[in-house]
């Protein structure tokens, strides 16, 4: 039994984007340590986007590889969450250059690394074996990732006047784009239905605690949670995706199968 | 890091053990704010290519070390002791290597 191609592009293109954001740290982080911790974070992400990749190119045949579906698709053919795609600052246009905000990584790696410690321990019982297999192996990796984005979420939150603002924006800007893990989209329903994909809703509470624990534990408040529902994983996303594929992308059209 | 920071975190020693029933090795020094921050940023940057089953850090203020001047009475009358080296006896070949 195989999940659905695009339920595998959509934890894919998850995984490739915050991967790609992550790795924007790299040669760049607060400290050499966090600047490693950071790299070896989206490293992993991006192993586990190719291993994804890999399967679903298996089943769709037609020439497509890893690569193909990572760099010669386009905005409204990734199915990421909205938050994976944006910039580690403010918002603000996405043509607009500013500095690099650390609170807004570590509240967007927190947010997305105790949903993905759910689903990867959920999918761990897929009734596809090969994504059951990546998910056994993603879940240690997201495990650190928790430990390491909720650590520092916590010295922040309950730093500095100056660190707690800037968790407490970060999470203002940020939370509300955690609606989109509970809404259904139609390769959600399609996985859940064939045994391999798993039910978000269901893990909604266990979420909501490990947010809450953390959030106090960083004496943050929870904003509240309304508005604006994203839909990227049903390909409707913010302006700046286009920015992160267009760097990401550009060296592999430029140069199409080149290797080294 | 702002040189202000490096002087507020306190500098640790890390000691990472290769594998089991191997001792912890000395491999590096960080600044870090506290204990668990000096593990999780040793497990960063000193054990990404599996060089590590275990780390210790230990606050450097914590270490007592002799000094290079102590060189002369520490160290060097041991240089004239060859008999302190266990080469004169004759090992049996079925020790192996030792």
Not at chain 2, 33 to 39: T, V
């Amino acid at each position: 039994m195989n999940a659905p191609v695009d339920y595998l592009l959509h934890l894919a293109d998850n995984a490739l984007i915050l991967g790609q954001r992550n790795a924007e740290w790299c040669g760049h982080g607060p400290i050499l340590e966090e600047d490693i911790a950071l790299s070896n974070n989206s490293l992993d992400l991006i192993g586990q986007a190719r291993l994804l990749y890999q399967h679903a190119a298996e089943q769709m045949g037609k020439g497509a590889t890893e690569d193909t579906l990572a760099y010669f698709r386009d905005v409204p053919d990734f199915r990421n969450y909205t938050l994976c795609e944006l910039p580690h600052m403010p918002l603000m246009a996405a043509t607009s250059a500013g500095d690099r905000d650390f609170a807004t990584t570590i509240v967007r790696n927190f947010l997305y690394s105790s949903l993905m410690v759910l689903v990867w321990d959920q999918l761990q019982n897929s009734k596809d074996a090969q994504l059951a297999a990546i998910a056994a192996k993603s879940l240690k990796e997201v495990r650190y990732h928790l430990r390491h984005s909720r650590d520092w979420l916590v010295r922040l939150g309950d730093g500095s006047e100056v660190s707690h603002a800037k968790a407490q924006a970060a999470l203002d800007q940020l939370l509300p784009y955690t609606q989109e893990f509970w809404t259904t989209s139609p390769q959600e329903s399609a996985a859940l239905a064939n045994g391999t994909g798993i039910d978000m809703a269901a893990l909604q509470n266990d979420w909501n605690q490990i947010v809450s624990e953390a959030l106090q534990e960083a004496t943050l408040q929870r904003p509240a949670a309304g508005g604006f529902v994203p839909t990227g994983k049903q390909g409707i996303h913010s302006e700046h995706l286009g920015f992160v594929l267009a760097e990401m992308q550009s060296l592999a059209r430029q140069h199409p199968g080149a290797i080294w | 890091m702002s040189t202000a920071a490096l002087k507020e975190w306190p500098l640790w020693e890390v000691f990472v053990r290769s594998k089991q029933g191997l001792e912890h090795k000395h491999c590096g020094s960080l600044h870090a704010s506290d204990a668990q921050h000096a593990l999780q940023m040793a497990r960063d940057v000193y054990t990404r290519r599996q060089e590590g089953v275990s780390i210790w850090v230990v606050p450097s203020n914590t270490i007592s070390a002799s000094e290079p001047n102590d060189k002369g009475e520490f160290f060097e009358p041991a240089s004239d002791k060859v008999y302190r080296h266990p080469t004169f006896y004759e090992i049996p070949e079925e020790v192996g290597h030792m």
